[in-house]
């Protein structure tokens, strides 16, 4: 794996844990309605965008996509 793929891999980790807090959700359900969301993607396609942003940004973000998915009330 290189050096990217692990620095986006840690990142993606990171969000589901910032999200989880947030929220008081367990990690498989972030995990499992992240990949349903098409999180994960946006997150890996948007990887130096948002790694620059702090933590509250990139939750912000997540939930602004959820919200418009339908995911999240």
Do not use: P, W
Not at 6 to 29: I, M, N, P, Q, S
Not at 56 to 64: G, N, S
């Amino acid at each position: 794996m290189s050096e990217h793929a692990k620095a986006v891999t840690r990142f993606l980790a990171f969000c589901v844990e910032r999200f989880k807090l947030r929220h008081g959700l367990d990690g498989l359900t972030v995990g499992v309605s992240f990949a349903a969301n098409g999180i994960f993607k946006f997150l890996s396609d948007n990887f130096e965008v948002e790694h620059g942003l702090d933590a509250e940004q990139i939750v912000d973000d997540i939930d602004i996509i959820m919200r418009r998915k339908g995911a999240l009330s």
